[in-house]
């Protein structure tokens, strides 16, 4: 008899989840009532570009795009086993997936961070947005140089992405992860266009590094306020 490890494993019971995974996003998102901003959220947000959030908010992702609307996005998935299923979710929704993701120490290029870069770049040049995780796992809420890097290879602009809903689910794990339920009060955040000059030094690395990272913790404080019809609340 298979044992439980086994059958979490095999490729036909992830991608049974990953496909129910996709369903339920698609019925939490028609369900729920959404607050946008800005307001013309869809006009002032010009793709292709490079969509951050925050590792455990970010499920509502592929539903950025308007309703009906076709354009080419690709999303970094871990090499995970939860990745694989979230990876399966994501292509049931439409996109597409580049399979890595980054470190703070000696496991960036074990964990495919190095190729996936590439592979982000590819996908740039072939006109398609790119949307990522801006903290690495396991140091939630500090933002990476990954994504700053990627604009200044690339000259697209990054846009902090954040999406809470008021009926939810919270975990208490390592990036908060927020399980949007259906019929909820929604709100989808994005900052200004935060451009990387190409020649970037060190220091202006680190600054943008840093806007990027108050833009996300500002607008995911904001989303939840909208959401929950508070006057403040911590991500």
Same mark, same amino acid.
């Given at each position: @008899?298979? $044992?439980?490890?086994?059958?979490?494993?095999?490729?036909?019971? /992830?991608?049974?989840?990953?496909?129910?995974?996709? #369903?339920?996003?698609?019925?939490? #998102?028609?369900? $729920?009532? +959404?607050?946008?901003?800005?307001?013309?959220?869809?006009?002032?947000?010009? @793709?292709?570009?490079?969509?951050?959030? #925050?590792?455990? %908010?970010?499920? @509502?992702?592929?539903?950025? +795009?308007?309703?009906?609307? +076709?354009?080419?996005?690709?999303?970094?998935?871990? &090499?995970?086993?939860?990745?694989?299923?979230?990876?399966?979710?994501?292509?049931?929704? !439409? =996109?597409?997936?580049? &399979?890595?993701?980054?470190?703070?120490?000696?496991?960036?290029?074990? +964990? !495919?961070?190095?190729?996936?870069? !590439?592979?982000?770049?590819?996908?740039?040049? %072939?006109?398609?947005?790119?949307?990522?995780?801006?903290?690495?796992?396991?140091?939630?809420?500090?933002?990476?140089?990954?994504?700053?890097?990627?604009? /200044?290879?690339?000259?697209?602009?990054?846009?902090?992405?954040?999406?809470? $809903?008021? *009926? *939810?689910?919270?975990?208490?794990?390592?990036?908060?992860?927020? =399980?949007?339920?259906?019929? $909820?009060?929604?709100?989808?955040?994005?900052?200004?266009?935060?451009?990387?000059?190409?020649?970037?030094?060190?220091?202006?690395?680190?600054?943008?590094? %840093?806007?990027?990272?108050?833009?996300?913790? *500002?607008?995911?404080?904001?989303?939840?306020? =909208?959401?929950? *019809?508070?006057?403040?609340?911590?991500?």
């Amino acid at each position: @008899m298979p $044992s439980l490890k086994r059958i979490v494993a095999s490729p036909t019971f /992830q991608r049974a989840v990953g496909t129910a995974a996709a #369903w339920y996003l698609k019925l939490a #998102w028609r369900t $729920s009532s +959404k607050t946008f901003s800005p307001t013309d959220i869809y006009d002032t947000v010009k @793709m292709p570009a490079i969509v951050a959030l #925050w590792h455990g %908010q970010h499920f @509502m992702a592929p539903f950025l +795009k308007p309703d009906g609307e +076709k354009f080419r996005a690709k999303v970094l998935v871990s &090499r995970h086993r939860d990745g694989e299923i979230n990876a399966i979710a994501a292509e049931k929704l !439409g =996109i597409g997936t580049i &399979r890595g993701s980054g470190a703070h120490n000696g496991e960036f290029h074990r +964990k !495919g961070g190095a190729a996936a870069f !590439g592979e982000m770049l590819t996908a740039i040049e %072939q006109g398609y947005t790119v949307a990522l995780t801006a903290d690495v796992p396991k140091v939630a809420r500090i933002a990476g140089f990954g994504v700053v890097k990627l604009a /200044q290879y690339s000259g697209l602009p990054i846009y902090a992405v954040a999406i809470a $809903s008021h *009926r *939810r689910i919270d975990l208490n794990n390592w990036d908060r992860t927020a =399980i949007n339920l259906p019929f $909820s009060r929604m709100a989808l955040l994005a900052s200004d266009p935060i451009y990387v000059a190409r020649d970037a030094d060190d220091a202006a690395l680190e600054a943008a590094r %840093q806007l990027v990272e108050s833009e996300l913790n *500002r607008l995911t404080a904001h989303a939840y306020e =909208i959401a929950d *019809r508070t006057g403040s609340h911590t991500p």
